[in-house]
């Protein structure tokens, strides 16, 4: 029997973190439609801090990234987080008539996030990396994927869901799960351990930022 894709392989060999995220309380409210007002507003204003560290992350792969067609990927990666996600966040701060909180008053979660994440990209070598924002990405995709299938009264929170489970953002992860497959023929054991761990760590940190939103209100 052949062994399954590597990408498989290691959200099989991390299922306690994938699990653990998968079934988040934030997830839950979500897909129940029971999401609290004040919990999304602060979600989106830690996720909205975020997307500057996203672009960094992406710039480390794009310095690491083997040849050519990966940078291409990467470079269009970049733009999206600059030209799609933060105009996202700032069009609804306005329609919603909120001011996000500073980076200052976040809870340590969120900066253990934000720190561990870009601390993976300083150190990690590419495949590294890409197995992070797989994990990342795949677990939005995953449970947003549900999550639009079902009734989601606040607009723009409905907005932001269907923004993870539709086409170009699935694409995004089809090629991250492909990148992940081929670089693992390609590295020492050593190196997939590696992979396993960073997707692994991933997750663990994305519960922590999913629960910040709701330990900030006490």
């Known amino acids: 029997m052949a062994e399954p ?16 995220m998968q079934g988040h309380r934030f997830v839950r409210d979500v897909e129940a439609d029971r999401l609290p007002a004040e919990v999304f507003v602060r979600y989106l204003a830690y996720e909205a801090d975020f997307v500057d560290t996203a672009v960094l992350i992406f710039g480390h ?12 990927v990467l470079v269009n ?3 999206g987080l600059v030209e799609e996600q933060l105009p996202y966040f700032q069009a609804t701060f306005r329609q919603m008539q909120i001011t996000p909180p500073a980076r200052e ?9 934000r720190d561990g ?25 995953t449970w947003c994927g549900r999550a639009a299938a079902g009734r989601i ?8 869901v269907r923004l993870h489970a539709e086409e170009p953002f699935l ?13 693992a023929l390609l590295v020492a054991p050593a190196m997939r351990e590696a992979m ?20 900030a209100g006490g």
């Open 196 to 215: 396993v761990g960073c997707f692994r760590r991933t997750l663990m940190l994305e519960v922590g930022f999913h629960s910040a939103p709701y330990e």
């Open 171 to 183: 694409r995004g992860v089809a090629w991250l799960q492909g990148q992940v497959d081929a670089r």
């Open 5 to 20: 894709a590597f990408h498989l392989a290691m959200r099989e060999a991390a299922t306690g973190a994938w699990e653990a």
């Open 117 to 141: 994440m870009l601390g993976m990209a300083q150190s990690g070598s590419y495949e590294e990396i890409i197995a992070a924002m797989l994990a990342a990405e795949w677990m939005y995709a």
């Open 77 to 79: 990666v970049q733009r």
């Open 61 to 72: 792969a794009l310095l690491r990234a083997p040849g050519f067609a990966e940078r291409r």
């Open 105 to 113: 008053s976040f809870p340590a979660a969120v900066a253990s996030f």
């Open 153 to 160: 009264s606040d607009a723009h929170l409905r907005q932001w």
